[in-house]
């Protein structure tokens, strides 16, 4: 009897502890599935960051590329800017060096470069609106140089002057407090001030213009000199006729008018006297405000 009860409390005892080897391996078992499964998923997840890092690589390169080509094409005689361009240059080349030996899976070094990108890019685009208004500027001054006639010391004076104002031009951008003229129109007018597009019959000339609305500009009293080219290339002018500051040279003007401007958009028309006989041609009217040249119009008369 008691041999019967030994022998069935160590049945019930081995089938304990077969019952927990049974849960073990099944932990274990469940264990590496649920392991391999995280390392397939993480080896999954680098895939797809090495694949998306090298897209992103490759796209960036192109870009730098692209830029260093860019820069290549940038023309100017201005020895200064020539340099700075180079330099630029060299720091794209030296980017797409750096970015070559960058592992796609570094994402954090691959969008440091496409920051380092952009603000390369935007100052090409500096460079850009430098050495078109620089090239556009000095085309004008050529063309006037060649065109003025007059007082021959004051035109070579004014040619010399102009010639300077070429190197003053370097680096300038367009400054946001500028003010601009919108609307403009430029008529002749006859002894009775009606329009005419005869030259023999013009007495003088309308330039009528707005001033655009800018709140960052300096408001109060402000002087606008209107500069009158005749088709010879000489400045109109007159016994109200003077000189003026343009950008620190003194350059000559055919009308003023003394206004208040307080931010806001204002119309304005000004009126330049002729004395003198007039060719027929095409006239040209430039407006400065500020020392600054806001606005161009022009009219052909028979």
Known sequence: M????TQNTNKNSLAKVLAVVAILEAAAIIALLINKNQTQKETENLIQKIETGQIQKDSLNNELEKLAADYESLQTNNDTLNAQLNEQKQKVEKLIKQL???????TEEIEAYKREVETL????????????SLNTKNELLIAENNKLKGNIARSNELNQQLTNQKDSLQGRVKEAEALKALNLKLNALNDRDNETSRVIKTKKFKLAFTISENQMTKQGAKNIYIRIIKPDGSVLMNETSAFFNYQGKEIAYSALKQTTYE???????????SREVLTAGTYQADIFIDGKNIGTATIKLD
């Open 121 to 132: 890019r935007n100052i090409m685009r500096s460079y850009v609106v430098q050495i078109d």
């Open 2 to 5: 008691e041999q019967n009860t």
């Open 100 to 106: 070559r030996q960058t592992k796609a899976a570094n």
């Open 263 to 273: 931010g806001k958009a204002k119309t304005e028309t000004v009126y330049a006297i």
